[in-house]
Every structure is written in structure tokens, then in C-alpha cells.
């Protein structure tokens, strides 16, 4: 099967009947976290529980080689179809300020799915929730100015982090701290933001070599990004590294470099 844009595309799908109202006929990456959230007004709590049920048993419980669909598919429950909350841009920061954030339905059923992951002990669904919501505490914690959720979101954050190293989850052992380093930087709290950079620096020489993103590139800006920021703030014992980080780094050669920089 091939993806075009959002939909999965192969000529075996024209035997399939559409479903109902359903997202790109309901088969497209991300699938059925769509149609959970425009279900979601119209369920009563049992009916939230047995969908939570049935789509646990369906979860993957091994880390896949690639998180997207994963958790495009967690995302879209909240009824967020734009990627990165408000850290994407400006543009996307002003949209969800000026936007009322409700994630009451989403957030009851994602507990009901927390419930069901803890029953199967399936510690890769439970660290992708985390991460999710931490998203969300984050985007309310900058948007309100509410430091009991920036707290919230640090917390949850550190939940996805130990529930990735019982399952193995490599790529949450790294992109969580960075992801905690730019809304606390978001939010004006450099301590933290430097703490948690610096983890995730730390942790992506550790396990990076572990796990194998379709999008180097894309992980290493992010990287990037964490010591550029560390560079700024003079932490004293990075400028070396950095230098040598920035000078070896480019696309495929991100895996060997980092293993080599993790010995040192």
C-alpha cells in the first residue's frame, strides 16, 4: 500500500465499501482518531468505554520503526489536525490563543484508554498518551500563563519518558526533553528550558543509534536547536561539544556522529 497525502491509496480499496461519514472513507494515516473525536459529543460514557476498550486491543504494543501514524492517530482525538501545537509558528500560537481550547471529551475518553493500556501492562500506549497530553498542558500552560500546568506537563512528560524505557520507546527517550525545552523556553522559564535541552542531547547520544527515523533531517534541527540554545546561554563545558557536534553533522551521518560524541 502507498500514502497519498493523507489517505492510504491502493487499487484493493475500491472493492471496499466507503464507511459512513467517515474520514477519507475512513482508511487514511491517523485512522480512526478522527472519527473518535467527531464521535465523541454523541456517546454516552459506557459507549466511550467500550470504544476505548476495543480500540486498545488494536494499539500497537511494540514501538513501530516510526511513531507518525501513531501519533497523528492520538492527536486527532483531541481534535488537533495541526502538528506541534503552538510551537509550530507564530501563526499557529495566535490561531490557538484566539481559539477556545476544550478538550473536556477528549480527555474523558483518553482516560477510559489510559485505564485499558494499564490493564494490558502496554507501556508503548501509555507513553504516547503522555505525550500527547503533555502537548496540550503545554499549549494551556503558555497560552494561559499557568504555571500549575506548565507543572502538569512536566510531570506527564517525565511519565511518557518512564513508560518509554519499559517498552524500549527509543525516540520518546530523547524527543520528550526537547519538547519540554521549548514550552518551558516558550513560556520564559530558561532554567528549565536549559535542563531540559541539555537531556536531550544527552539521551539522543545514548539511544538515537536505536532508533531509525525516516527523517534524520528532521531530528537533527531539533537537536540543533538544543545547542544553539545551550551555546546562547554560555553553559559552561558545551561549547566544545557543540563545535564538534555542528562541524561532523549532516543528514546520514547523524547516527555515527552521535554514537562517537556519545563516547566521549
Known amino acids: ?71 497523528a492517530c492520538i492527536r486527532f482525538i483531541y481534535g488537533q489536525f495541526e502538528k506541534q501545537g503552538i510551537l509550530r509558528s507564530q501563526g499557529d500560537f495566535e490561531r490557538m490563543r484566539n481559539e ?40 494551556e500552560a503558555v497560552i494561559n500563563r499557568d504555571k500549575n500546568k506548565l507543572r502538569e506537563m512536566e510531570e506527564i512528560y517525565n ?10 520507546g527509543y525516540k520518546h ?6 519538547w519540554m525545552s521549548q514550552y518551558f523556553k516558550k513560556f520564559g522559564d530558561e532554567d528549565e528550558a536549559l535542563k531540559y535541552s541539555k537531556l536531550s542531547i544527552l539521551n539522543a547520544c545514548k539511544y538515537y ?24 546561554k554560555g553553559y559552561k563545558g558545551w561549547n566544545d561539544f557543540y563545535k564538534k557536534y555542528k562541524k561532523n553533522v549532516k543528514g546520514k551521518k547523524l547516527k555515527r556522529v552521535l554514537e562517537k560524541i556519545g563516547k566521549i
Open 173 to 178: 527517550l530523547f524527543s520528550i526533553y526537547y
Open 1 to 71: 500500500m502507498r500514502v497519498e497525502r493523507n489517505a492510504v491509496r491502493d487499487n484493493r480499496l475500491k472493492k471496499c465499501e466507503p464507511i459512513d461519514r467517515a474520514m477519507h472513507r475512513g482508511i487514511y494515516i491517523g485512522s480512526p482518531g478522527k472519527d473518535i473525536f467527531y464521535m465523541l459529543p454523541y456517546l454516552s460514557e459506557e459507549q466511550m468505554q467500550e470504544v476505548a476498550k476495543k480500540f486498545s486491543k488494536q494499539f500497537p504494543i511494540v514501538p513501530p520503526t516510526s511513531y507518525v501514524n501513531v501519533a
Open 100 to 139: 477556545k481550547l476544550d478538550w473536556e471529551l477528549s480527555r474523558k475518553f483518553l482516560g477510559f484508554l489510559y485505564k485499558e493500556f494499564e490493564k494490558r501492562n502496554n507501556y508503548y500506549g501509555l507513553s504516547m498518551l503522555c505525550e500527547m497530553e503533555g502537548h496540550r498542558l503545554g499549549d
Open 209 to 232: 543509534h536505536k532508533y531509525f527515523p525516516n527523517g534524520e533531517d528532521y531530528y537533527s534541527k531539533r537537536l540543533f536547536i538544543s545547542f544553539n540554545y545551550i551555546k546562547k
Open 159 to 168: 511519565k511518557s519518558v518512564e513508560f518509554a524505557y519499559k517498552c524500549n
